[in-house]
């Protein structure tokens, strides 16, 4: 009975309606996160568990999830129910075993965004693990080249307690990216298949924007970006206006338009045409905004800016990209201007849908082209960003 109720609740959870408001509120545990919300009461408990105690070995815990350290086995029963939608285990023996073989096969990554005390006995946590396949790395170069999946999920975790013992006897798994959390759910195996097989790769070894996923569905993600660098210019026949100073300069412009003059003199300053004849180093990717303007990363971090070799053109500015909340959709093959704003379009339909997000007023939107000309066209990764004003962890 206890599992069918936390499924129903995941479930509900998972499908963006409201979940009925049980009369013991949850408390928000406190942690360093991008998203934050009121602190409510403690709910009354008769438990002796001191859940902020567990909240914080637990938090220093699973920064070790995948490192040599490792978790603390001694926090948890020799018999533990552990289940996510592809992967069930009835032991401790057979849930540190699942942290092994992914630690060897997927070289995983480990984010805990937030966490909340849903119960008197039970803590829920906010993740996204980050997966590379390491056999790539095995692989010839000119293959691997063109295959590196990078695997991301995000979603919950339950830790249930015994109140007797003070350890854990129960970690329940979902996922934001599919709807049938149930164990072996064809759903959630084909969305782990799509990741792998999918067909576009990221350049290597390139400077990029930072930047953590903190939700992935089955159709895009929202991500924190950290501010960046960049050199900018206007599209080409957008009006010649100093970019810096180019607030809608070239409203309504496809990203996808004509950009070859634009990017021609965005690389002259990278490659040296500045005023110290600086070469910079390749990044990716390039921007291009509905705004009207194209942008290089520059791979320079933001407190470093007074050392940026001027342009030697008024055409081309240096500036800093604030970051913040964007929701992304990414594609493989070519740009051109119908498949990016159709993109666009699927994307703000899914935000509509979903109710997760608030989209900022207007319309802009960016395209992110990732891949260089010579990149076979089903291998090049493209995205569509909309930048967002708010975003709900827990929805």
Not at 379 to 395: Q, T, Y
């Amino acid at each position: 009975m206890l599992r069918a109720q936390q499924q129903m609740k995941h479930a509900s959870n998972r499908s963006g309606h409201s979940v009925a408001k049980s009369s013991r509120p949850s408390v928000r545990l406190s942690l360093a996160v991008p998203c934050r919300s009121t602190v409510v009461e403690s709910p009354a408990s008769n438990s002796s568990l001191d859940m902020k105690a567990k909240a914080a070995f637990l938090k220093e815990d699973l920064s070790h999830l995948f490192d040599d350290q490792g978790i603390d086995a001694s926090a948890y029963e020799k018999v533990v129910d552990f289940k996510d939608p592809i992967t069930k285990y009835d032991s401790l023996e057979g849930f540190m075993f699942n942290i092994k073989m992914l630690r060897k096969v997927f070289n995983p990554t480990f984010e805990l965004h937030e966490m909340q005390q849903m119960t008197p006995t039970s803590i829920t946590t906010r993740w996204t693990m980050y997966m590379e396949f390491s056999a790539v790395k095995n692989l010839p170069k000119k293959i691997a080249k063109y295959v590196d999946p990078k695997l991301i999920f995000t979603g919950t975790s339950e830790y249930v307690y015994n109140p007797e013992s003070g350890k854990i006897n129960q970690h329940i798994d979902t996922w934001d990216s599919v709807s049938n959390q149930e164990y072996f759910s064809f759903e959630a195996f084909g969305d782990f298949f799509k990741q792998l097989l999918q067909p576009y790769t990221t350049p290597r070894g390139l400077d990029t924007p930072k930047y953590k996923v903190l939700r992935r569905t089955s159709g895009y993600q929202v991500r924190q970006y950290d501010p960046y660098v960049v050199a900018e210019t206007l599209m080409d026949g957008v009006a010649a206006v100093n970019p810096a100073s180019s607030g809608s300069a070239g409203s309504g412009t496809s990203p996808a338009g004509v950009g070859g003059k634009a990017f021609g003199q965005l690389a002259g300053y990278i490659f040296g045409k500045n005023q110290t004849g600086e070469k910079m180093a390749m990044t990716t990717p390039v921007y291009s905004k509905s705004e009207g303007s194209m942008q290089f990363v520059v791979g320079r971090p933001p407190q470093e800016m007074s050392s940026l070799p001027s342009p030697v053109t008024p055409a081309v500015a240096t500036r800093v990209e604030e970051g913040g909340l964007y929701a992304s959709i990414t594609f493989n093959g070519m740009t051109t201007p119908e498949v990016a704003e159709q993109k666009e379009r699927e994307l703000r339909k899914a935000l509509l849908q979903d109710g997760i997000c608030k989209p900022k007023d207007g319309s802009t939107w960016t395209l992110a082209r990732y891949n260089d000309p010579s990149c076979p066209k089903f291998f090049r990764r493209n995205e569509v960003l909309i930048p967002l004003e708010s975003f709900n962890l827990w929805a």
